[in-house]
């Protein structure tokens, strides 16, 4: 419930009296979360998007600098997604991505959060893992989608990625983490694909 009241006077300034407004304002409160979860909701996958990612990661920086537990950071892109939507037209690539999405969902341990930041590129925040437990994990989920089928368009495809993986420190600002694992990811595209590289710190 919101409450507002006003005090009314007459001529000379004296206050006469006084009015109040009761209002119940459940439903425009529960509109103000939906909106609000909206802008941090990627409307294709239902992931949560870049602005999500921007408040969860400083969270967790934040959190990192008084507990010390171990943070990292993957980002992965779907290789040769041109070809997909040059073969199954711009709705079956948004329904790969949905796919894509739900699969990685799947995949991730509680404490992991997923991100979808791109067009076909994700983020995935690993709390308590170092960088041996994040690219093991990271070549763990390579591995796998490779050998997994995804069904677009009543056709059964196969589908890889490549990553990059990097252990987040309080001492490495956030912007030259990005720069680094993104740097890590296009090797990974160098190398051929459907692979992982981690930066060296």
Known sequence: MEFNKAVFTNAGGQAIGQVG????????NELIRKLDKATRTDPLTGMSNRREFNLTIQEALNEQKSSEQ??????????????????????????TLQLIASWLQSQLHETDHAFRVGG?????LMRGKNIKSALGMAESLCKHMATTPFM????????????????????LPLDDA???????????????RNCVCHVFQ
């Open 21 to 28: 407004v009761m209002l119940e304002v459940t439903e425009r």
């Open 178 to 192: 990005l720069e680094m694992v993104d740097k890590a990811l296009y090797e990974a595209k160098s190398n051929g």
């Open 70 to 95: 171990k943070l990292s950071l993957m980002t992965l892109d779907i290789d040769f997604f041109k070809q997909i939507n040059d073969r199954f037209g711009h709705g079956g690539g948004d329904r």
């Open 120 to 124: 076909e590129e994700f983020y995935i």
């Open 152 to 171: 677009i368009n009543h056709k059964s495809i196969y589908i890889t990625f490549s990553a990059g993986v990097i252990e987040l420190t309080p001492n």
